[in-house]
């Protein structure tokens, strides 16, 4: 599902592994974002996958 986007700079959205012993439920859910930002002459990708905190034995 995705959660937030801004054209060329953002994106939000929620992913579940499929191969999970756990239950297909919002709370098992973690969010990855996409956050494009200008450096320089160049652009930087920020990739983040997270919060592990609200998935079952997770570290």
Do not use: R
Not at 24 to 32: F, L, S
Not at 39 to 44: F, H, R, V
């Amino acid at each position: 599902m995705f959660v937030s986007i801004a054209p060329g700079t953002f994106l939000a959205y929620t992913t579940f592994d499929p191969n999970s012993e756990y239950e297909d439920i919002p709370e098992n859910h973690t969010t990855v974002t996409y956050q494009l930002s200008a450096q320089e002459e160049s652009k930087l990708l920020v990739v983040t996958q997270g919060d592990y905190a609200t998935v079952p034995n997770s570290e």
